[in-house]
């Protein structure tokens, strides 16, 4: 099993752009992850941008700015480093890091080892993180375009708008991704 946990940094938890429901998915994805060893493989994604990055209002973007480079926001949230897949090296992706494009989707992450996410997945991914509007809809239907077999785990996400995120899962069912509870895994 392919999981895919997104964005589940600081300033999404509990920092800037702090998500709804962001301190409750980890501490849920962090569970599934001490109990659900068998056959899993852990991929984190995290935005990753330069303190000039088009998204940041102040070059007429629309977020304040947020997961910059260097920073502690930018960090994986620590209860990752206390589960048996740890972040490392090989299982961080970063997007974002090219000041002039908006990156919500994870399908074009990278590693420190130069590795592509899309190129280290296998055919079915589970998702997992932060935020269900952003950039778990856009990675999913990236991955589902590309012909993936795609499963959101409802319970694993956090969301910048509870109606917003309800909306999103719906959308994405008829998109053709499963949506579904960590406890079917």
Known sequence: MDLVIIDCQNDFVDGILAAENGCEAVENIVDFLNVKKEDLRV???????????????????????????????AELHDKFYETPF????????????NKDKEEYSAFEAENGLGHLLREDLGETIYLAGIASEYCVRETALDFK?????????EDLLGYINKKDHEENLESLEKEGVGVQSSSRC
């Open 43 to 73: 991929f984190y994604t995290m935005d990753f941008h330069p303190v000039n990055h088009c998204s940041f209002k102040e070059q007429d973007g629309i977020w304040p700015p947020h997961c910059v480079a260097g920073t502690m926001g």
């Open 86 to 97: 740890s972040p490392s090296l090989e299982n961080k992706y970063y997007k974002g890091r």
């Open 145 to 153: 375009k590309a012909g993936k077999d795609v499963v959101v785990l």
